[in-house]
């Protein structure tokens, strides 16, 4: 509780406690899930570990962690996290408790895993359904999978709904604001746009053009997110080589804009 009442604090000198200006969540490799507040301010330099959840156990370490977007009404009080094996385990946000695990790497009919092909659930988002909250999520071999909330029964409340193969070797991935597609690129792959009503590839991007002596930068996507405000059609990736592309899917196939971050100069 944030607030004392008014009869409470009536003639007293105490300060009514401030809400958190931010509330953070963030995991690691040991599995444990750290719970941050930034005091109001906002004093980002004063922020402070208030709740750890878990034990640290390498076994169970986090691969990615979701949360709903704040705009889901009613379904801000979980977490999701992926775990080795595929494992993906739905959480209370409130104290860190399991509401529900089931796995989350299962190949499509029509796709055969390999050796090579690491089926670890790597990304991970929230989508909102019609009448309820749905998971995506994507293996680091590029398959996709739809989970939506059904029969207590089944998976804790879970089924998965459909799957299918985008791009190889995946890395990041991105739900839009309108909830109807997902980007995704890694390794070796452009920037895809992949429709989750159809399942059908909507945008494969083609890279940078040439610089003047003739030399692209493959392709290694680190960090992908749709831009607000702009019907999902603006897309920003991150690169491993300290680069922003910005995509208009609108306007063709190569970035509308290339940045170098953080490069010394």
Known sequence: RWTDSMADIQGSKRKVPQPPFARLCVSDELGLLKVVDVPAGPEWKASS????????????????????????????????????????????ARDGSSIAQFKGCHHPSSVQATS?????????????????????????????????????????????SCAWQTASNVACMALSPDQGSVAVGGDGCQLQVWSLDSQQEVFKAKGAKPNRVGN?????????????????????????????????????????????????R
């Not at 959840?53 to 986090?62: C, M, V």
């Not at 999902?232 to 922003?244: E, I, M, P, W, Y």
Request: proline share 6%; aromatic share 6%.
């Open 116 to 160: 090579k092909q690491p089926v670890e659930a790597r990304v991970l988002a929230f989508r909102q359904m019609s009448e309820s909250l749905g998971l995506v999520s994507c293996t680091t071999s590029g398959h996709l999978h739809l989970f939506s909330q059904g029969s207590p029964e089944a998976q804790g409340g879970w089924t998965q």
């Open 216 to 264: 692209v930068d493959l392709p290694h996507l680190t960090a992908t997110t749709f831009l607000p405000g702009a019907d999902s059609q603006l897309v920003l990736v991150g690169t491993v080589k300290h680069k922003l592309w910005l995509y208009d899917l609108r306007a063709g196939k190569r970035p509308q804009m290339d940045v170098a971050w953080g490069e010394a």
């Open 49 to 92: 570990i208030v709740h750890v959840w878990g034990q640290p156990d390498k076994a169970r370490g986090i691969h990615a962690l979701a949360a709903p977007n704040i705009e889901l009404q009613g379904h801000q009080d979980v977490l999701a996290v992926c775990r080795p094996g595929g494992l993906i385990q739905v959480l209370s």
